[in-house]
């Protein structure tokens, strides 16, 4: 009975901890869930190309998605919490890449758009590419 009881509290304290997602961030979900509807996943890679990194991106809670167009999108797990702030229109995502690719384990900064300050930096995972069944 105590070893329930002591489960029982340590859910309870959990889940007041919790915090509810932003307003941004639940946007942000809604976008990525609405740009993967219809899509399936493929193996993911370790790069893509900067001229299909150059194009839309958005952030979900942990993760980037890159929309080189409409019939594929790239979605990369980031490490760290610094590119949170994307999901304000304000903010861009900037790389410095070294080579014709981006890749996973480069670190991403997000800026202002009108003062060029940055507000934020993660690391990027893997991508997984996302596509319509038999495109």
């Known amino acids: 009975m105590y070893k329930a009881a002591s489960i029982l509290a340590v859910l309870a304290l959990a889940a007041c901890t919790t915090a509810p997602p932003t ?3 639940a946007v942000a979900e809604h976008q990525l869930n609405s740009l993967l509807a219809g899509k399936v996943a493929g193996a993911p890679t370790e790069c893509i190309p900067t001229f299909q990194s150059n194009s839309a991106s958005l952030i979900a809670p942990g993760a980037v998605a890159f929309v080189p167009n409409p019939g594929k999108i790239y979605v990369s797990n980031i490490t760290g919490s610094g590119c949170e702030g994307l999901a304000n229109p304000r903010y861009s995502l900037v ?7 981006l890749c996973r384990g480069d670190i991403v900064q997000v ?4 003062t060029g300050v940055m507000v934020g930096a993660c690391s990027l995972g893997a991508f997984t590419p996302y596509a319509r069944p038999g495109a």
């Open 95 to 101: 790389s410095t890449s070294h080579g014709s690719s």
């Open 23 to 25: 307003p941004e961030a």
């Open 111 to 114: 800026r202002d758009l009108q």
